[in-house]
């Protein structure tokens, strides 16, 4: 395999090539091909854009299609019929029969950009500049996302450049016993606390990059009730979370809340089309014309990409229940993987909601090792966490039960020969 020109000119900034040095060539749904044709299983996925796999057949034909017909691809934000087409699936398929009213704001097409968006409009909305976010949370890289963000390693690179206007609360579990809210909500009501009335929070109900952290839902619709009593306004970063990851299309549907402001990326075009849109109450839309702007607002190909992973799989609640289906085989495997490593001393948990699942092995290098082990055998998986010691599990939702299962073979295979 030739990597040479990459390695030359490529900039060391560059990540997953370090963990997968081979170079890929095709994938379809949950299996990946490199040069030398050697097949390979993604639990990876995008980290979380290909929730509907690699080339779905269903969104290919849709985008095919679209090309086609000379559809518009790039049209600024004009008014074009791929638009309409996505906004009124949206609202069919998804918003109504969840009972949720919401205005669409298309922002840049990545989701740094949409909680960008999502932050600047709470604060012009409610007149004041503070983001409560929490321990370990991960809301992008650019200025004012990665102000939301916890990890050290993105946080120290901005140069020194102080990052402002957010404020970090435990997240659920981050103080052990104790319900962290209890210490926000006393911060809240102290005038000598220090912490300023925040705008919004912006959360995650389960913390992707931050390591398979779930919110338990009865801490989640308590945060959105101490939201309501202090008008703060709550914003999900449903990025990682949401488009049917945890098991339903909003990751916030189990808790039975409804956030005033909610973020979607990563699978929302469904076929790994660069698209974001932020969700907003529509009393919230104080945007002047233009104010928040951008060359690429809304990618005409993703609108016809999202619009038809709506319509084929959140039609009714057939894959839904297949994915909450897939996610107890994976629960299970990864609960027996960390009783077994528990029993050889290494001391190992497992965690998740729907599909979005991970093994916390306590230790970083640990984590490399089984996630390198698992690649030799034919496995793309990742791991995540403040220091990279959960092996996570993104595989596509749609991946067929028997790649799911292979995949849990090796990753089993793998753990028991480091762990030995
Ligand atoms: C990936 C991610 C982001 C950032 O999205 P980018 O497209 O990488 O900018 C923000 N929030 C969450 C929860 C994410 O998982």
């Known amino acids: 395999m030739q990597t040479q020109t990459l390695e030359r000119l490529?900039?060391?900034?560059?990540?997953?090539?370090?963990?997968?040095?081979?170079?890929?060539?095709?994938?379809?749904?949950?299996r990946l091909t490199d040069e030398n044709g050697r097949e390979y299983i993604d639990?990876?996925?995008?980290?979380?854009?290909?929730?509907y796999g690699h080339n779905n057949p269903h969104l290919k034909q849709a985008l095919l299609d679209y090309l086609d017909s000379d559809g518009i691809v790039h049209g600024?934000?004009?008014?074009?019929?791929?638009?309409?087409?996505?906004?009124?699936?949206?609202?069919?398929?998804?918003?109504?029969?969840?009972?949720?009213?919401?205005?669409?704001?298309?922002?840049?097409?990545?989701?740094?950009?949409?909680v960008e968006a999502a932050i600047r409009l709470a604060r012009v909305a409610q007149g004041r500049h503070n983001i409560v976010t929490f321990t370990n949370g991960f809301h992008g890289v650019t200025m004012g996302a990665l102000a939301t963000t916890g990890n050290r390693k993105f946080r120290e690179a901005t140069g020194g450049i102080p990052l402002q206007g957010s404020a970090f609360m435990p997240y659920d579990g981050y103080l052990g016993e104790a319900d962290s809210l209890d210490y926000f909500e006393k911060l809240l009501g102290d005038n000598s606390s220090g912490l300023d009335l925040p705008a919004a929070v912006i959360v995650e109900t389960v913390q992707g990059e931050g390591?398979?952290?779930?919110?338990?839902?009865?801490?989640?619709?308590?945060?959105?009730?101490?939201?309501?009593?202090?008008?703060?306004?709550?914003i999900v970063d449903d990025i990682q979370a949401g488009c049917g990851r945890t098991g339903k299309f909003f990751s916030f549907e189990h808790a039975g809340i409804k956030p005033d402001i909610v973020t979607n990326s990563k699978s929302l075009s469904g076929f790994g089309l660069p698209f974001a849109h932020?969700?907003?109450?529509?009393?919230?839309?104080?945007?002047?014309?233009?104010?928040?702007?951008?060359?690429?607002?809304?990618?005409n190909l993703a609108f016809a990409t999202a619009a038809a992973a709506m319509r084929h799989y959140w039609k009714d609640d057939t894959f839904e229940r297949d994915v909450q289906r897939?996610?107890?085989?994976?629960?299970?495997?990864?609960?027996?993987?960390?009783?077994?490593?528990?029993?050889?001393?290494?001391?190992?948990?497992?965690?998740?909601?729907?599909?979005?699942?991970?093994?916390?092995?306590?230790?970083?290098?640990?984590?490399?090792?089984?996630t390198a082990k698992a690649f030799e055998?034919?496995?793309?998986?990742?791991?995540s966490g403040q220091a990279g010691e959960v092996v996570k599990c993104l595989c596509p939702l749609t991946i067929p039960d028997e790649d799911l299962l292979a995949g849990l073979d090796i990753l089993e295979q793998s753990v028991k020969e480091v762990v030995a």
Not at 43 to 51: D, E, I, K, P, S
Not at 278 to 299: I, S
Not at 344 to 368: F, H, N, P, S, Y
Request: net charge positive.
């Open 211 to 234: 390591g398979i952290n779930v919110a338990g839902l009865d801490w989640l619709k308590r945060l959105e009730s101490i939201c309501r009593d202090h008008g703060i306004l709550l």
């Open 278 to 299: 932020v969700l907003m109450r529509p009393e919230l839309d104080k945007w002047k014309p233009g104010q928040y702007n951008g060359t690429f607002r809304g990618f």
């Open 326 to 370: 897939k996610g107890r085989v994976v629960e299970d495997r990864f609960q027996k993987i960390a009783a077994w490593m528990s029993e050889q001393g290494v001391k190992a948990t497992e965690r998740g909601r729907g599909l979005m699942r991970g093994i916390d092995v306590g230790d970083g290098d640990l984590a490399d090792k089984i």
């Open 76 to 114: 600024l934000d004009f008014w074009t019929a791929a638009k309409r087409d996505y906004l009124e699936t949206l609202e069919e398929v998804i918003l109504k029969p969840r009972g949720l009213e919401y205005k669409v704001h298309l922002p840049g097409p990545t989701g740094t950009n949409a």
């Open 43 to 51: 639990f990876l996925a995008g980290a979380g854009t290909l929730n």
């Open 10 to 30: 490529e900039s060391n900034v560059r990540t997953y090539s370090r963990s997968f040095p081979v170079v890929f060539t095709k994938a379809r749904n949950a």
């Open 377 to 383: 055998k034919g496995l793309v998986i990742e791991t």
